[in-house]
Nanobody
């Protein structure tokens, strides 16, 4: 499985960005997908996750109400819509695929495949 993240960039505080993650292969619908981020000098952290069908989602508290994760299994793409961005959202954002159990997991080591990351910079 190859994951290609895109959509990062520079945005002012209060602005919006939509990240995309395109996956190769024919089994995308069997993966739980997640978005993680890593800010300079900090550990990688869970941002959002979505179940195989897209019915269930999970968010870290700091992004609830501002970010929305979604997926299109027909197109093999997972999205992260980010609104009301804050400077503290600045980080490299990674998408990840989990091929094991079908529930969303916030632990990065439970994901099997990772994209290359896309940089999001929010200016104040």
């Amino acid at each position: 499985v190859q994951l290609q993240a895109s959509g990062g960039g520079l945005v002012q505080a209060g602005g919006s960005l939509r990240l995309s993650c395109a996956a190769s292969g024919r089994t995308f619908s069997t993966y739980v997908m997640g978005w993680f981020r890593q800010a300079p000098g900090k550990e990688r952290e869970f941002v959002a996750g979505i179940s195989r069908s897209g019915i269930s989602t999970d968010y870290t508290d700091s992004v609830k109400g501002r970010f929305t994760i979604s997926r299109d299994n027909a197109k093999n793409v997972v999205y992260l819509q980010m609104n009301s961005l804050k400077p503290e959202d600045t980080a490299i954002y990674y998408c990840a695929a989990r091929t094991g159990a079908g529930f969303i997991n916030r632990i990065s080591t439970s994901y099997d495949y990772w994209g290359q990351g896309t940089l999001v910079t929010v200016s104040s």
